[in-house]
């Protein structure tokens, strides 16, 4: 990771970034004031988050399998979960847009790579009681955490696949039904990010939504996010730095947007 592409990378963001007087197109005017910006009270965010505070103070120590460019922080074997719960989680305010997210587009096929705790997850699952979240998890100690947490939330439309998401996830793919919303959050690499977008992309569909995290950390994960964007399925592209989100849909100009967030 270099501190100064993400600096640069930032800098361009902040100079090119635009808020709502700027979009004209009635799909994205109403994406980023409904769906990307409202700043609205929810319960289910009060009662995700207390986990995620119960987290912030465990000092459970647990074996972490090292997956590649998984971990920001530290790349030591056995991890303090308030350590993970501190720095290795979606924030509350992205979790939140992908909880609006999934509500607008009434998404019932959800995915996530990456568990880690499981909080995001639930940001997922809650935002609808039909929906049915599949999150893939490699490290053992945790799912086992992940599981906890779905289980005193009381979640029971999540299904989490244990082991590495480049052996899982065609198997899931080629049994699975069109994917409406997909997070992708695990290996922060340019191949398997790629990857994963390959692979999930067979079960888009013109309504589907994918969202990568942590477009702007590197120069690989740039160079991913620069070919998803511009790949020729995709015809919506926003930024809003931390993750990127892509749309399918075929009646949408090709058009790419920096929004402030
Ligand atoms: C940044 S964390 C996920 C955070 C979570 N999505 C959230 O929003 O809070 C990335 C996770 O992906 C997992 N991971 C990375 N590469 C993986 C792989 N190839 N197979 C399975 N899991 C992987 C790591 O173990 C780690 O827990």
Redesign the pocket.
């Known amino acids: 990771m270099s501190k100064l592409h993400q600096l640069a990378s930032y800098f361009r963001y902040w100079l090119n970034a635009v808020d709502k007087h700027s979009l004209q197109a009635p799909f994205i005017y109403e994406l980023y004031t409904s769906v990307i910006k409202p700043n609205i009270h929810n319960d289910h965010f009060k009662e995700i988050e207390s986990i995620r505070d119960q987290y912030k103070t465990s000092d459970q120590r647990i074996p972490?399998?090292d997956?590649?460019a998984?971990?920001?922080v530290s790349n030591n074997h056995i991890r303090q979960v308030k350590d993970i719960a501190s720095t290795?989680?979606?924030k509350k305010k992205y979790?939140e847009v992908l909880y609006r997210l999934c509500n607008f587009s009434e998404a019932k096929n959800i995915l996530?790579?990456?568990?880690?705790?499981g909080?995001?997850?639930l940001y997922l699952a809650m935002s609808s009681t039909e929906s049915r979240v599949t999150t893939?998890?490699?490290?053992p100690a945790?799912c086992d955490v992940a599981r906890d947490t779905f289980r005193q939330f009381g979640a029971n439309n999540i299904n989490i696949i244990e082991?590495?998401?480049?052996d899982n996830l065609q198997p899931f793919v080629d049994s699975s039904s069109p994917i409406d919303i997909a997070?992708i959050?695990?290996?922060h690499r340019y191949k398997?990010t790629l990857s994963y977008f390959n692979t999930i992309r067979q079960k888009a569909h013109d309504q589907s939504c994918f969202i990568f995290?942590d477009i702007h950390w590197s120069k690989e994960m740039e160079k991913a996010w620069r070919e998803i964007r511009t790949h020729y399925s995709v015809s919506l592209s926003i930024d809003l730095y931390q993750m990127g989100l892509v749309f399918f849909t075929p009646d949408l100009r090709k058009q790419h947007y920096m929004l402030q967030f």
């Open positions: 972490i399998i997956f590649g998984g971990s920001k290795g989680l979606t979790s996530e790579l990456g568990t880690s705790l909080v995001n997850t893939f998890e490699g490290s945790l082991g590495n998401i480049d997070f959050d695990a290996n398997p995290d």
